[in-house]
């Protein structure tokens, strides 16, 4: 198990750096607990999640398929997901679909603001577009905080004057939970400000 994760994460790790205005997860789904070649303890297979949530803050969702695995709730914990989603073996293909539109739901609403090549990122050029499946894409005008969001589209950054992130406005991110929706945070086009 601790081998899959691990090249699991390296993956992502370098996903997450080619394309840093998207979420990158990793998943890991199991029917059982290390028992073949190099046996690893649950302990350590959650350091790995560990390292990866604390140092790039990399999300490890954990699926366990039958019964018997409430120990990979470790792992989950130390991936930064609090809890491992258990899927019946009885119905494992429903289960396990309704478990990944579970993890897709709870993706946060919040991104990374991109650094462009050149240094800083210029905030009069930030957009943030959402595109729901098979729909149109919108570009989010940005508000000053949460509270101007009033249930409209948009979205607001962490710190007005030293920005790091920026958060989808709640309206926006059921949206994008609940119709699959691709989400670009993109710098190079005239910002749209409410």
């Given at each position: 198990?601790?081998p899959?994760?691990?090249?699991?994460?390296?993956?992502?790790?370098a996903?997450?750096d080619?394309?840093?205005?998207h979420?990158?997860?990793?998943?890991?789904?199991?029917?059982?607990y290390?028992?073949k070649?190099?046996?690893?303890?649950?302990?350590?297979?959650?350091?790995?999640a560990?390292?990866?949530?604390?140092?790039?803050?990399?999300?490890?969702?954990v699926?366990g398929?039958?019964?018997?695995?409430?120990?990979l709730?470790?792992?989950?914990?130390?991936?930064?997901?609090?809890?491992?989603?258990?899927?019946d073996s009885?119905?494992?293909?429903?289960?396990?679909?309704?478990?990944?539109?579970?993890?897709?739901?709870?993706?946060?609403?919040?991104y990374?603001i991109?650094?462009?090549?050149?240094g800083?990122?210029?905030?009069?050029?930030?957009?943030?577009?959402?595109?729901?499946y098979?729909?149109?894409q919108?570009v989010?005008?940005?508000?000053?905080?949460?509270?101007?969001?009033?249930?409209e589209?948009g979205?607001?950054?962490?710190?007005p004057?030293n920005?790091t992130?920026?958060t989808?406005?709640?309206?926006?991110c059921?949206?994008?939970?609940?119709?699959a929706a691709?989400?670009?945070?993109v710098i190079?086009?005239?910002?749209?400000?409410?």
């Amino acid at each position: 198990m601790a081998p899959a994760l691990l090249g699991a994460i390296d993956y992502a790790k370098a996903w997450a750096d080619k394309t840093p205005e998207h979420v990158t997860t990793v998943v890991l789904a199991t029917d059982g607990y290390p028992t073949k070649c190099a046996v690893q303890a649950i302990e350590d297979v959650a350091a790995i999640a560990e390292e990866a949530f604390v140092g790039k803050n990399l999300k490890t969702f954990v699926i366990g398929i039958g019964d018997g695995l409430e120990n990979l709730n470790t792992i989950a914990k130390k991936g930064g997901t609090g809890a491992a989603i258990m899927v019946d073996s009885g119905n494992a293909g429903e289960e396990f679909l309704a478990a990944l539109n579970s993890i897709r739901g709870s993706m946060t609403c919040t991104y990374k603001i991109p650094v462009p090549a050149s240094g800083e990122a210029d905030l009069d050029q930030l957009n943030v577009a959402i595109t729901p499946y098979n729909g149109s894409q919108e570009v989010l005008p940005r508000v000053g905080s949460e509270e101007e969001c009033a249930g409209e589209a948009g979205y607001y950054l962490d710190d007005p004057s030293n920005p790091t992130q920026l958060t989808l406005c709640p309206a926006s991110c059921e949206r994008g939970a609940t119709t699959a929706a691709d989400v670009q945070v993109v710098i190079g086009c005239g910002a749209v400000i409410k």
